[in-house]
């Protein structure tokens, strides 16, 4: 059975850094497709950075600059480091690996298609 396990998050002021973890069992990451995902208010979610199997990565331009996801294949964990956070940035944060696309709603189920249980980044102004 295959589950993704998250950790990080919390709250901070604008200006300030968190880094999210994503841990598998029972699912290697490295030759997968990873990324991570987020859900603002009141909007649908959409993923923000994103690692190809390969091991090429992608993000969208808006936080580009100052997200980074990167791969600890020993760990089998998977990161956002992500700095220089804005209210914008808001949201809950999800990990998700395997049969993924740039635009899911948040837990879609599909064969091969694995979630993280979500955790809360809160920017204050």
Not at 101 to 111: F, H, I, K, R, V
């Amino acid at each position: 059975e295959v589950h993704l396990m998250q950790s990080g998050g919390g709250s901070v002021q604008a200006g300030g850094s968190l880094r999210l973890a994503c841990t598998a069992s029972g699912f290697t990451f490295d030759g997968a497709d990873v990324g991570w995902v987020r859900k603002r208010p009141g909007e649908e979610c959409y993923m923000v950075s994103r690692r190809y199997e390969g091991g090429d990565t992608d993000s969208l331009m808006s936080v580009e600059d100052r997200f980074t996801i990167s791969l600890d294949s020993a760990k089998n964990t998977l990161y956002l480091e992500m700095n220089h956070l804005e209210p914008d940035d808001t949201a809950v944060y999800y990990c998700a690996a395997g049969e993924i696309t740039w635009s899911m709603a948040c837990l879609a189920p599909l064969s091969g298609r694995y979630w993280g249980q979500g955790t809360q980044v809160t920017v204050s102004s």
